[in-house]
């Protein structure tokens, strides 16, 4: 079992930033990967961000430029950095642990909100 604790979600302008942090209770070394996704209400989650242990990364299409993925091994922690926020990014952002080998775990959920 894997626990993730997200923080940083909120209401922001449009142009603002926000910073998402999300620890797990197991080692990041565990994980194939972490990341983030969202969902918007009657829509698929669909995957913002992603970090390998080996710190490689991957971007939806529409985020590059504006956010970015980051981990602290040492704190289990990984952050999405988001900037330039527009209201097309609102949404439930939820973290995601993928378990070598084992099952995927997801976080709680944090709501951001971008005000036009």
């Known amino acids: 079992q894997v626990q993730l604790v997200e923080s940083g979600g909120g209401l922001v302008q449009a142009g603002g930033s926000l910073r998402l942090s999300c620890t797990a209770s197991?080692?990041?070394?565990?994980?194939?990967?972490m990341g983030w996704y969202r969902q918007v209400l009657g829509k698929q989650r669909e995957l913002v961000a992603s970090i390998t242990v080996g710190g490689s990364t991957r971007y939806e299409d529409s985020v590059k430029d504006r956010f970015t993925i980051s981990k602290n091994n040492a704190r289990n922690t990984i952050y999405l950095e988001m900037n330039s926020l527009k209201p097309e990014d609102t949404a439930v952002y939820y973290c995601?642990?993928?378990?070598?080998?084992?099952?995927?775990?997801w976080g709680q959920g944090t709501q951001v909100t971008v005000s036009s």
């Open positions: 197991r080692s990041i070394f565990s994980a194939n990967f």
């Open positions: 995601i642990y993928k378990l070598i080998g084992g099952s995927d775990y």
